[in-house]
């Protein structure tokens, strides 16, 4: 569930705002000023900011407080929408960290349109096409980092390599040979015990009551899941599913 941070003064507006975002599927947290920003973009994993100038016709674009969290989140950026009235469209102008604006008054489904392309656009752009998102959990692979609701976590090299390769093939069943070869390579002369292994401790690490990634196909393998799944694949029909039981470049 993605998180936005709500810079604005309490009012019937934002509380119309904050249900509909709700309704939306979105996470949000309010805040009337900018102290401590930092420090809350990071422990609650902001994924996006809004801010509303018409409720806070004080707060300057340019502050250092708001210019420093754009370095919080891994890969240096977080996505910025400001709801703005039309006779304050100049301050639009020296600010360098906007990612979109909507003039008021809004459209509540425009913006959530806004929103969305904002976030797609967004992941996306941060070091190209070396993140890899799944909810809370983002993988680096220009940094080899993983972080979950923003910590980055302690991973082997195996354990991340694995990680990489089923994160990277959303939606596809992979058998133990294959993860074998493709993350241990064809030399490797361990059983596929070794996988199950590996995916128990990564699960360890990635997973709790709030995150599940991956599902286990019973008699096959292993599959990093959609973020959109609710169920696990040991109670569903996977029959509409591909399986991946040799290595991806005869598959």
Known sequence: MRRILILARESTKIKELNMKLNF?????????????????????????????????????????????SQETKPGNQLPVIVLIPRNMLHKIEIANNIDDFVVEPYDLSELVIRINKTLKSTDKSING???IRCGDLLIDTAKCEVYLEGKI?????KEYELLRFLASNKGRVFSRDVLLNEVWGYDYYGGDRTVDVHIRRLRSKIEDVNHSFIDTVRNVGYIFRDCNWSQSLETTNISNYKITTSNLSSS
Do not use: H
């Open 24 to 68: 939306e599927g979105f996470t949000c947290i309010i805040a009337e000023d900018a102290n401590n920003l930092v420090s809350r973009t990071i422990k609650q994993n902001i994924d996006l900011a809004l801010i509303d100038l018409d409720s806070l016709p004080d707060f300057s674009m340019t502050e250092s407080s708001w210019i420093q």
């Open 129 to 131: 096409d070396e993140i």
């Open 153 to 157: 976590l302690s991973l082997t090299f």
